[in-house]
DNA sequence: AGGCATCTGATTGTATTCAATCCTGACACA
DNA sequence: TGTGTCAGGATTGAATACAATCAGATGCCT
């Protein structure tokens, strides 16, 4: 399995991983605003490691579209997509489609006692702890951790799909859509986290060409509701120049 | 200001870019296999350099999922993703669509001295190039480095497309084909070479539908080609999805 | 003999250090 | 006044040194 997809305690060993996270989160929440120019021992002091761990993190946040780097120039901040808004969101359509349509069809057959078998029902437990903490969210009125808990959800699908290749795949897309709500609150969350149980009801009952219909619409219907949240030209990375 | 920048001989300042390439390389043409544990050291060794740019290059790999890593336990290279190759093929005809449309739309803006401008035409001149190259390669014998000349033009279309977002998506996808490629030679080369002319033609045109639907029949055919030549029963998911 | 604690070798994680390069600003000169 | 040149500081690139951790072998105890 890909890196940690689990909160686990590991505090002490995973340093670059997690500066790498660190330093992800900053960019997409906007504490780190494109083209700001990050240096290196800044970063170091910020998260209290040397600049190797940092150096390593930069490096895959390269990979991951981020920040770009020039040799003995230094890392920035990359621009946001806001613009590729629409394809971006057509590939992961095709994406999660598959994804789930995976999912479906490997729940389908029974992993009764196989070492996957219980990884699967892990994943399967932990998506149902987060749907129900995200209905408590939904509850509420404070609808800030909704776009962290709708990530993790498409990342638990994807994880149960199976694929290693399509969720690294996912866990880029993802990214970046984050990185382009989260200037805004996702009006939609009510409704669209109501569409999660579908999906996962679908994959439940191993109807493949149910959980992908599903899923793409539900896709879908976030394309649609973020062009007419953000129509004509008017995207979150217009104005991000306000503050200094 | 002069308008000639000299190509600057960047052999010496990109250390950590090359061997990551290195290894990428070496990892998709079979020199290191799926399940080899591949040292810090043993790399620094094989690529003169010291660990610290190996260890960038692990992390950028593992970013891009070729490799996998654990805190303390080393690096492993990753299974070849064989049985996600149908809907890798899919998402790719997503992205690639895409990709194209916005370089025909991008071409038919006239860019004409502003400095995008410049570096379009670079491009494009590059492209130009590489079919030359490669029709020269699909009139011989060896159709061995038609591979990366294929890859090398669809980022050339990529580029053309100004979408940093979707061209590194299809950085990491291409590399996943590229993959399972690998253990054979294309031999849908020289009718899939001749396509890749009509796609640019059409961006060359401005026409946004005809460049998307061409890269889109362009995908498909090398996904069926794909599935004809390696045995597709043992896909797991196989629902043709006839298209035209 | 079998199981378990421990020890040793190898490997990874990180800090420190030095060299190479770029950027900024001042200065001399036309 | 404008321009070209050149220090100096700041920053990145890379190597070495050392600490932390894991895996396998060894020997002891039951």
Redesign the interface.
């Known amino acids: ?3 940690d997809a689990r909160p686990r305690p ?1 505090e002490l ?2 340093a ?2 997690r500066v790498k996270d660190e330093i992800r989160r900053d960019i997409i929440f906007g504490s780190l605003l494109p083209g700001t120019r990050v240096t290196e021992a800044a970063l170091a002091r910020k998260y209290s490691v040397s600049r ?1 761990p940092v ?3 930069l ?7 981020f920040v770009e780097s020039k ?2 120039a230094g890392s920035t901040v ?2 946001i ?1 806001a ?2 808004a629409d ?2 969101f ?2 992961r ?3 999660e489609s ?2 789930a ?2 999912a479906a ?2 729940s389908s057959r029974q992993f009764a006692e196989d070492e996957q078998g219980v990884e699967w029902r892990r994943v399967r437990k932990d998506l149902a702890l987060l749907l129900d903490e995200g209905d408590t969210v939904v509850a509420g009125d404070d609808l800030l951790p909704l776009p962290e808990l709708n990530i993790r959800f498409h990342l638990g699908i994807a994880e149960l799909s199976g ?4 969720m ?2 996912l866990r ?2 993802s990214g ?1 859509i984050e990185w382009l709500y989260a200037t805004d609150v996702d009006n939609r969350g009510k409704q669209s986290w109501s569409e999660h149980r579908l999906v996962l009801a679908a994959i439940d009952a191993g109807d ?1 060409a149910e959980a992908e219909r599903l899923m793409a619409r539900h896709v879908s219907r976030s394309r649609t509701g973020y062009r007419g949240r953000f129509a004509g030209g008017k995207v979150p990375g217009d104005e991000v120049q306000e503050t200094g």
Chains 1, 2 share one sequence.
Not at 163 to 166: G, H, I, V, Y
């Open positions: 399995m890909p890196p590991d060993p995973a670059p991983h190797v150096r390593e993190a490096r895959a946040l390269e990979a991951e579209g040799p003995y990359s621009d997509p613009d590729e394809d971006l057509l590939v359509e095709a994406l598959a994804l349509r995976r069809r490997r694929s290693a290749s399509l690294a795949l880029q897309i970046k493949a």
